[in-house]
């Protein structure tokens, strides 16, 4: 049994900026923003933001970058009526497509670039415009 194997296997540890920096991306929803007829969906979507930012926050001044990449929910209502018992509507993409895994793995790499090594705790929508429709954006 070696012992020094043991203890690095029980500490990890992430790679500091001398060593290259860390890049840490969390995939979510856009439920994070709150939906009536999905509570539990929003605290869960909300509660990884949150994580996403106080990593960010914790770990930012070693020179790891945390962000988060959120899409529309595949369950939205797009039916066009309004959520159940309220006058609000889903909000739907400008474009004539839906947010497919490419687009949602493009911006994953956009955040995993060297490039992008200044950024970090931030939440980008790929959401093909809807946010600008949606009083509900952040």
Not at 73 to 83: C, E, F, M, Q, R
Not at 88 to 96: C, K
């Amino acid at each position: 049994f070696d012992t020094k194997s043991a203890k690095a296997f029980q500490e990890p540890r992430l790679a500091g900026r001398a060593e290259g920096g860390t890049r840490v991306v969390a995939v979510s929803s856009r439920d994070w923003l709150g939906w009536p007829s999905r509570p539990r969906a929003a605290a869960q979507a909300a509660s990884l933001i949150a994580v996403v930012r106080s990593l960010a926050l914790a770990h930012g001044r070693i020179g790891v970058t945390v962000n988060a990449v959120v899409g529309i929910p595949t369950h939205a209502n797009i039916s066009g009526d309004p959520a159940p018992g309220t006058h609000l509507y889903e909000p739907t993409a400008l474009s004539s497509e839906p947010v497919s895994a490419d687009d949602i793995a493009a911006s994953v790499a956009f955040f995993l670039d060297t490039r992008s090594g200044y950024i970090t705790g931030q939440t980008l929508q790929c959401c093909g415009g809807a946010g600008l429709l949606s009083s509900m954006s952040s």
